[in-house]
């Protein structure tokens, strides 16, 4: 049973235009929200986090929409850059230190 | 240095050793998490240590499966006779309450 789920394994989007990559969410308890970046080899770096009390944040290129009533999140990069090439994971808490739960992540490719 | 360090980096074993993987968290993160990725595969949640606390070791796939955390420092994940389904990359992250985890670099395991 998923409680993080990533439907779409991989998206190939044009250097420059926006990348949108998408999550959702089964357990309403949830109320901490992250996005990581993986390379191959490495550990998986965090990029941005949202908090169950906003709609939005913003950081740079990257920005998280929250969508609590359709469980529903997403990561939207723009301009998307070559070295933005990556898997990139959803991952989500319930409050305190529980458990980061992860999606099975979604393979982006930028193509310049 | 300042991040979560793990090692070995790479270990292959032979089926049916056993394999002590260590993790040295973030200085004064009282959380530590160990996940697994396998090959294609989502990160998949293992154990979780917070402070003194007993650990949360739902995760655990079979009993063969170990971990123990000193305190707030080291940690240690411990597999007995290893089986080839075992091999994967083991990443373990740290974290201060409700805040974005840290990563390892990963140890890859690998049973022959």
């Known amino acids: 049973d998923q409680q993080v789920k990533q439907n779409s394994p991989s998206l190939s989007v044009q250097e420059g235009r926006i990348s949108i990559l998408n999550c959702d969410y089964t357990n309403s308890m949830f109320d901490y929200f992250l996005w990581y970046k993986k390379y191959p080899a490495e550990g998986p770096t965090f990029l941005i986090s949202?908090?169950?009390?906003?709609d939005k944040n913003e950081d740079g290129r990257f920005t998280v929409f929250l969508n609590k009533s359709a469980k529903h999140l997403s990561l939207h990069i723009v301009p998307s850059q070559p070295g933005d090439s990556a898997v990139y994971f959803c991952?989500?808490?319930?409050?305190?230190?529980?458990?980061?739960?992860f999606g099975k992540g979604t393979r982006l490719s930028v193509i310049a | 240095g300042a991040g979560v360090s793990q090692s070995p980096s790479n270990k292959v074993t032979e089926k049916g050793k056993d394999v002590e993987l260590r993790c040295d968290p973030i200085?004064?993160?009282?959380?530590l998490y160990w996940y697994r990725q396998r090959l294609g595969q989502g990160l998949e949640f293992l154990i979780y240590f917070q402070g003194n606390s007993a650990p949360d070791k739902s995760g655990l796939p079979s009993d063969r499966f170990s971990a123990e955390r000193t305190g707030e420092s080291v940690s240690t994940l411990t597999i007995q006779r290893t089986q080839q389904e075992d091999s994967a990359v083991y990443l373990c992250?740290?974290?201060?309450?409700?805040?974005?985890?840290?990563f390892g670099q990963g140890t890859r395991l690998t049973v022959v």
């Open positions: 200085s004064g993160h009282t959380a």
């Open positions: 949202i908090s169950s009390i906003k």
């Open positions: 992250a740290s974290r201060r309450t409700n805040t974005e985890a840290f």
């Open positions: 991952a989500a808490s319930e409050a305190g230190n529980t458990p980061l739960v």
